[in-house]
């Protein structure tokens, strides 16, 4: 059953995805909550295999799941891949869940994301505004299969009275990103182009869609800290956003990658590339009540990441993602 607060020290901790950005996010905050962090290599355990998912449960009985795999993509991929965004992330969902209930896992936190509120949903974005109206086409399917996540983690609590709980991040960005040229998201994507622009001298960068869309952007490591602070003092059916509670046009962030980078060449805007939802803002009052905030400014966490970039070797070598 349900209990608040719920101590994670001397717990067993699945960390779901763990050599992702988020994943290892949470791995690199757990260092310093005293678990038994428990993962898997996704060769060993395909978390689209429903066997494999169950056998691997009942041999580890993870007690706290922090479920942050998921096939993942920028605006491009999600509405490329479509099949494989909604086949997989159901999958994902679906095998977890039920195997963190027939395992009778204690505690387990569901990773959605801010794409599952309607396109055209008032701002900021409420948590009760899930399933009030249409969603942004380009990433539906994965939007549809994050719903289904949610509604699971609702239901077993209802039925079961599982503790298991629901998140919503904004957009994140940090180390261990993708930078994949189309598949990745738009921070790790300018901060590629921005910088392969630099070594070239190339004098025009161009960035996708009309620059006009709204967009937050959240320091995965906070993002981590949130999640730790929450899977400690947080059980609901309820959902709850994790951002920053400040947005900004694409057109002026990238002026920001552009700075940060030093690439002083002109930018343009392809608008032939999708802009997608035109503003995508969360409500964070339920998460500051919880007494969260994010601490990295946007300048901050751009540097780090642009640092991150360098130091994984990601603006010479193969792309991990790609
Ligand atoms: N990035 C963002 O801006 C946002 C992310 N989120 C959510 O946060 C979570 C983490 O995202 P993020 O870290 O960015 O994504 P990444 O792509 O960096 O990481 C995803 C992780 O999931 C693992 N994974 C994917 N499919 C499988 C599978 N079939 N079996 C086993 N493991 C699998 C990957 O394993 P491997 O490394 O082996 O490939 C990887 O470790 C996801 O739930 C995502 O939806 C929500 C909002 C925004
Ligand atoms: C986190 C969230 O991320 C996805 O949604 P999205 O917010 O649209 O994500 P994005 O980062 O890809 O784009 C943000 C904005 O930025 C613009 N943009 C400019 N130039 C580039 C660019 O070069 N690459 C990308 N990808 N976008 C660019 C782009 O046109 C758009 O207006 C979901 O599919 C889903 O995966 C999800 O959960």
Known sequence: ???????????????????GMVGSAIVRRLARENVNLVTVERHEVDLCNQAAVFDWFAKMR???????AAKVGGIVANNTLRAEFIYDNIAIAANVIHAAHLNRAEKLMFLGSSCIYPKLAPQPLREDAVLTGPLEPTNEPYAIAKIAGIKMAEAYRSQYGSDFISVMPTNLYGPGDNYHPELSHVVAALIRRFHEAKLSGA???????????????????????ACVHLMKTYSSSELINIG???????????????????????????????????????????????????????????????????????????????
């Open 203 to 225: 004098r025009t960068v161009a960035v996708w869609g009309t620059g006009t869309p709204r967009r937050e952007f959240l320091y995965v490591d906070d993002m981590a800290d």
């Open 244 to 322: 920053t509670g400040e947005d900004i046009a694409i057109a002026e962030f990238a002026r920001v990658v552009a700075e940060i980078v030093g690439y002083r060449g002109e930018i343009s805007f392809d608008p032939s590339r999708p802009d997608g939802t035109p503003r995508k803002l969360l409500d964070i009052g339920r998460l500051d009540k919880l007494g969260w905030r994010a601490t990295t400014s946007l300048k901050d966490g751009i540097a780090r990441a642009y640092g991150a970039y360098l130091a994984e070797g990601q603006a010479n070598g193969p792309q991990p993602h790609a």
């Open 62 to 68: 993870p007690q706290v799941i922090f479920l942050a």
């Open 1 to 19: 059953m349900a209990s608040v607060p719920f101590e994670l020290k001397g717990k067993s901790v699945y960390v779901a995805g763990h050599r």
